[in-house]
């Protein structure tokens, strides 16, 4: 089955810079319908709103971390399927770890390009 490029993605970042070049490499990739939010419990309010098909979300923000936005994420029965995209600057093995443990399906390492950002996207939704 082919994945769906209209497909609502959620991308999940304190820093508007970074939010702001996520879906700039998403649109290169074919992309389009966007969401953002800038913290992991202004990410969980909007998928409790409308269901997303992926969600790209940044490790460390204030209040919510991403590592506590994927557990709330599993933990709830109607979100917990969402694949779920973890992006950080930090390539340490107990963080990748920690976070495939709480139930991440793939891991980006800042920076990174729209190259890989595809692979790691085909990976988890498959070819497109």
Same mark, same amino acid.
């Given at each position: 089955?082919?994945? !769906? &490029?209209?497909?609502? %993605?959620l991308?999940? !970042? !304190? ?6 070049? %996520?879906?700039?490499?998403?649109k290169?990739i074919?992309?389009n319908? /966007? $969401?953002?939010?800038? $913290? +992991?419990?202004?990410?969980?309010? &909007?998928?409790r709103?409308?269901a997303? +098909?992926?969600?790209?979300s !940044?490790?460390?923000m204030?209040p919510?971390? +991403?590592?506590?936005? /994927?557990k709330? %994420?599993?933990?709830?029965? &109607? ?5 779920? %995209?973890m /992006?950080? =600057?930090?390539?340490?093995?107990e963080?990748?770890?920690?976070? &495939?443990?709480?139930?991440i ?17 085909? =990976? /988890?939704i +498959?070819?497109?």
């Amino acid at each position: 089955m082919a994945v !769906d &490029k209209n497909m609502p %993605i959620l991308i999940v !970042d !304190d820093y508007k810079t970074m939010l702001r070049i %996520i879906a700039n490499l998403l649109k290169q990739i074919g992309f389009n319908n /966007v $969401d953002e939010a800038t $913290d +992991g419990s202004m990410a969980l309010g &909007k998928m409790r709103e409308r269901a997303y +098909g992926l969600v790209i979300s !940044d490790w460390n923000m204030e209040p919510m971390t +991403g590592l506590q936005l /994927v557990k709330e %994420i599993r933990a709830d029965e &109607k979100l917990k399927a969402t694949p779920f %995209i973890m /992006v950080t =600057a930090e390539s340490k093995t107990e963080n990748v770890v920690a976070a &495939k443990q709480a139930g991440i399906n793939n891991y980006i390492v800042k920076p990174f390009n729209a190259e890989t950002l595809r692979k790691k996207l085909e =990976a /988890v939704i +498959g070819a497109f």
